[in-house]
């Protein structure tokens, strides 16, 4: 059972090392404490995007899977990292607060104190469809709880919300790996295609906004 969960860690090291080594990691921390251990790995998973939870969730329903640990106790300890590892975040935002923000904001090159206020307002309007859609794509899963700490969002709202999304989530890839068995780590594949999607459209954004700042700036607009 356990000498399974290893293999496939290793099978995976094998085709990529910097994954295959986190698989190896994750795989560790299931084998010797269970549900606990699934769930530290996506709390850190959450306090550190680049720990793939795409790798960490379907390797989880794999142990599952072999008896290692149950569905119920993958799902609910996953879930729980999940809220831990966002609420960190979302502490980090509060303690952060709106007025170091705008200092900080003001700082940079291309943005107005205007261009802030409106974020606040947009955040303010459709803050808990972020936060519980955001659950749902990795990266901006992480990165939305700093924002809903800045903005102070009613923290039951905030953990309500969080654990939903994550619910749905951590469902979706511990299922995945739960049912391929073995072929847990193909998982990863697809998801990742779907990061690079959501980073590719995310940085074509961001292009487009310094380029109508630049030109903006360039006619002499405030």
Partial sequence: MHLTLAAAAHRLAAASEPQGGIAGWAAGLVETFGGPGAGAAIALENVFPPLPSEVILPLTGFAASQGVLSIASALFWTTLGSVVGAGALYAVGAVFGRERMHVWWAKLPLVKASDLVRTEAWFARHGTKAVLLGRMVPVFRSLISVPAGVERMPFPVFV?????????????????????????????????????????LALVALAAYVTLRVRGRGRGKP
């Fill in 160 to 200: 309500g919300l969080t654990t939903a999304g994550s619910l749905v989530w951590n469902t979706v890839l511990v299922m995945a790996g739960y049912g391929l068995g073995d072929r847990w780590d193909v998982v990863g594949s697809y998801v990742g295609v779907a990061s690079k999607v959501v980073l590719g």
